[in-house]
T-cell receptor, first 114, second 114 residues
Framework: KNQVEQSPQSLIILEGKNCTLQCNYTVSPFSNLRWYKQDTGRGPVSLTIMTFSENTKSNGRYTATLDADTKQSSLHITASQLSDSASYICVVSAGREYGNKLVFGAGTILRVKS | DGGITQSPKYLFRKEGQNVTLSCEQNLNHDAMYWYRQDPGQGLRLIYYSQIVNDFQKGDIAEGYSVSREKKESFPLTVTSAQKNPTAFYLC?????????????FGPGTRLTVL
């Protein structure tokens, strides 16, 4: 069964600290992996997208890593800000054989406090 | 000002009523999608459309209906057959339904059944 599991479910950190969010997936075949940021009551916004051949991609203070062999990804946030408080969703795209379907994780809720 | 819009932001429905959620995009995207988001779960695909006048069922289509008469519009009707319709509904669009095309999300509609 194609699944995406994220950990931790929620996380509280102090402003200025770093944090790392984890994503494990069983989706096969695998096409690409995406990280989205979703503010409360809003739609998700894309942070990064990586193919199986990429093992790291950055977007400002956000850095995503991918290990396609172990089917694991992480999102590292550097020097956190209050505006980073949101849900971070890992999304895996299955291959064309499955209509390029997206499989969504449940998200990690991050709260940054001052 | 390009983007994807959803209306209304909040919607209340009595049991037994049908309601229609609006989704409009001016990004000239061919593909559009409807997702449902419930607390603690990943987004689940309700319906998607790859091109005008064509749409396919997603994973949880029962109790929902859609139309795609115009490229810009993809309304979702939640019928009385949907047993548990209270949820946050997200519309998305992408240039095509290809594997590497980013999906852009609207701001969402929160539907509550009274």
């Amino acid at each position: 069964k194609n699944q995406v599991e994220q950990s931790p479910q929620s996380l509280i950190i102090l402003e200025g600290k770093n944090c790392t969010l984890q994503c494990n997936y069983t989706v096969s075949p695998f096409s690409n992996l995406r990280w989205y940021k979703q503010d409360t009551g809003r739609g998700p916004v894309s942070l990064t997208i990586m193919t199986f051949s990429e093992n790291t991609k950055s977007n400002g203070r956000y850095t995503a890593t991918l290990d396609a062999d172990t089917k694991q990804s992480s999102l590292h946030i550097t020097a956190s800000q209050l505006s980073d408080s949101a849900s971070y969703i890992c999304v895996v795209s299955a291959g064309r054989e499955y209509g390029n379907k997206l499989v969504f994780g449940a998200g990690t809720i991050l709260r940054v406090k001052s | 000002d390009g983007g994807i819009t959803q209306s209304p932001k909040y919607l209340f429905r009595k049991e037994g009523q049908n309601v229609t959620l609006s989704c409009e995009q001016n990004l000239n995207h061919d593909a559009m999608y409807w997702y449902r988001q419930d607390p603690g779960q990943g987004l689940r695909l309700i319906y998607y459309s790859q091109i005008v006048n064509d749409f396919q069922k997603g994973d949880i289509a029962e109790g929902y209906s859609v139309s795609r008469e115009k490229k810009e519009s993809f309304p979702l009707t939640v019928t009385s057959a949907q047993k548990n319709p209270t949820a946050f509904y997200l519309c998305a669009s992408s240039l095509t339904s290809g594997a590497y095309n980013e999906q852009f999300f609207g701001p969402g509609t929160r539907l509550t059944v009274l």
